[in-house]
């Protein structure tokens, strides 16, 4: 198992959301700031994770030099506002943005009205429950197997599944069998099959993952779901709301 990644009390409050994305999950939300709030006390950034520059990335991965290092480049529409979507999969509230319009999120990109990016972050590895839980480590074990996926063609499909059985339990985690399932679940067999297998049970993009956890710690991301288009900061919510985001967007292409 990696090690479980040093948190800032910076990254490990909760970010809240608005009115439309939690009325059914209030009680999860109330339970879930009392406890990382406490966590986010006790912890220290003092060992921040360190960056590897040589570290293995799967394809459609930004390298380190740009405003968005380490991300996962879901599409590239020159000249079209940028989303960069940072996401913990262990995250609930990420699920529930998932949910919401993660398939308008990605119609935007496909219609190649927006860059959409990635950017995962591992921060709830190190939280009370998955400390507790059966399968520690699930945040960097889910993003390397996500890597994997990549490289199979099936990243975006990948991405979905894992939000779409995301544990109800906060901090139950995915098994490596349960990971490696998903992995066909999505349709990647045979040889390809092969290769994630390969891929994931070598940890190949262990270093990629803690490099894109170094990045979220670096620039003080206050929690999880974050959005930013075009550089700019968006709620939840709006992030949530297809119609408002679509509107967003319109008004940063202009």
């Not at 099936?154 to 901090?171: R, V």
């Amino acid at each position: 198992m990696s090690e479980i990644p040093e948190v800032s009390a910076e990254a490990s409050a909760p970010r809240k959301s608005g009115t439309g994305l939690r009325m059914g999950i209030l009680g999860l939300i109330l339970l879930t700031v009392i406890g990382i709030a406490v966590w986010g006390l006790m912890s220290s950034s003092a060992n921040a994770p360190k960056v590897d520059p040589q570290a293995a990335t799967p394809t459609t991965i930004l390298d380190g030099s740009g405003k968005t290092p380490w991300g996962v480049e879901y599409n590239s529409a020159p000249g079209k506002p940028v989303l960069a979507l940072w996401e913990d999969f262990q995250c609930p509230f990420c699920s529930q943005l998932e949910l919401a319009n993660g398939v308008g999120i990605q119609a935007l990109a496909d219609a190649g009205k927006i860059t959409l990016i990635w950017r995962p972050t591992v921060f709830l590895d190190g939280s009370p429950a998955s400390q507790a839980g059966p399968n520690p480590n699930s945040s960097v074990r889910a993003t390397m197997a996500w890597g994997c996926a990549i490289d199979a063609g099936k990243g975006a499909e990948f991405h979905t599944y894992l939000f779409a059985h995301q544990p109800a339990k906060e901090g139950t985690g995915w098994s490596d069998d349960q990971l490696t399932t998903y992995a066909s679940d999505v349709g990647i067999t045979g040889s390809a099959l092969d290769t994630f297998k390969a891929c994931y049970s070598s940890r190949k993009y262990e270093s990629w993952v803690k490099n894109s956890y170094a990045a979220f710690e670096s620039e003080g991301v206050a929690g999880t779901p974050a959005g930013f288009l075009n550089g700019t900061e968006l709620t939840p919510d709006q992030i949530a709301d297809p119609t408002v985001l679509a509107e967003l967007v319109s008004k940063a292409t202009n």
